[in-house]
Nanobody
Framework: QVQLVESGGGLVQAGGSLRLSCVAS????????MGWYRQAPGKQRELVAQ???????DYVDSVKGRFTISSDNAKKTVYLQMDNLKPEDTAVYYC???????????????WGRGTQVTVSS
């Protein structure tokens, strides 16, 4: 069984910083990529950033230059450094991973339960 557990959310003033972490554990043969989505009240879930096992990154335009995604493959951990936070960044942030649990099983997507990030103006 695969688990993704996020940490690091909280309340911060506009202009502040937070660092999210997500650890993948359980039956994991290989990880293709890990990333972060977010969902604000009344809005659809959107991709914030993702990083491949090779280190390639991708960001939604609204966070470019402010957020940095990184990973530690050995620790099966992905981080999201969020700087210069804005009230519109307020959302539940979900960790995701596309991985293969066993060599003979197909790749699949897995999700954490989410962590709340609230940015006050």
């Amino acid at each position: 069984q695969v688990q993704l557990v996020e940490s690091g959310g909280g309340l911060v003033q506009a202009g502040g910083s937070l660092r999210l972490s997500c650890v993948a554990s359980g039956m994991i043969y290989s990880i293709n990529f890990m990333g972060w989505y977010r969902q604000a009240p009344g809005k659809q879930r959107e991709l914030v950033a993702q990083i491949t096992s090779g280190g390639s990154t991708d960001y939604v335009d609204s966070v470019k230059g402010r957020f940095t995604i990184s990973s530690d493959n050995a620790k099966k951990t992905v981080y999201l450094q969020m700087d210069n936070l804005k009230p519109e960044d307020t959302a539940v942030y979900y960790c995701t991973a596309r991985l293969r649990p066993r060599a003979f099983l197909p790749d699949d997507n897995y999700w954490g339960r989410g962590t709340q990030v609230t940015v006050s103006s």
